[in-house]
């Protein structure tokens, strides 16, 4: 079951937002929260900026572990983005996107699977651990001709996770940022024959 609702602000000026609200099922009990906000603003008529926000809540989130095992934790997460998008002229834009996803799960019991799929609760408890992925992609797109198009990438990632430990927000943050795991440039050429 879902239950939730959103709304889309109608433009006061430059700004314009989004807003939902969600509760739904993850697991074997318990309602997921999630809270998203997305407010946009057109700072010029070629110039946008959005800042997606989004905080769940998982009270027991549930996770293959190994074999016919599975476990529940509390998963609180956060992500946050950057969409900025500028059209200096009809056939050129430059596009800026950023997302980090970061979250702690607190380990809650571990689960044995019968053949027919029903849980019974274990000994011994997984690890609590983190997530905390970042990318960047900066992105050039010069259309040359109707349907033929130049692109020119730069993309960079971030792993801050850890398999041991919860540790803040903040924290994951910073470690994302300093442990970059991909920095790529490439060149896409889309040519209509």
């Known amino acids: 079951h879902n239950y939730g609702g959103d709304y889309l602000s109608p433009a006061r000026g430059r700004f314009r937002y989004y807003a939902k609200v969600l509760a739904h099922e993850e ?14 603003w057109f700072l010029t008529d070629n110039l946008v900026l959005g800042l997606p926000l989004v905080l769940n809540d998982s009270p027991t989130w549930l996770l293959w572990t190994a074999g016919p095992k599975v476990a529940t934790y509390h998963r609180p997460d956060f992500h946050v983005g ?4 500028w059209y200096p002229t009809a056939r050129q834009e430059l596009r800026l996107k950023f997302q980090w996803v970061g979250l702690g799960a607190q380990a809650l019991q571990l689960y044995q699977l019968l053949p027919d799929g029903t849980p019974v609760a274990s000994a011994g408890r997984p690890n609590d651990f983190t997530l905390s992925t970042l990318g960047a992609q900066l992105r050039y ?9 130049l692109y020119l ?3 960079r990632g971030g ?3 850890l398999e041991d430990r919860r540790e803040s927000l903040g924290t994951q943050f ?12 490439f060149l896409k050429l889309r040519y209509r024959i």
Not at 82 to 85: D, E, P, V, Y
């Open 159 to 161: 792993d801050g996770s």
């Open 174 to 185: 910073r470690r994302a940022v300093d442990q970059t795991n991909t920095s790529l440039f």
């Open 82 to 85: 950057l969409n900025a998008s």
């Open 27 to 40: 697991g074997f009990t318990g309602l997921t929260r999630e809270l998203r906000f997305e407010p946009t």
């Open 153 to 155: 990438v730069y993309s």
């Open 141 to 149: 797109r010069f259309e040359f001709k109707p349907q033929s198009e």
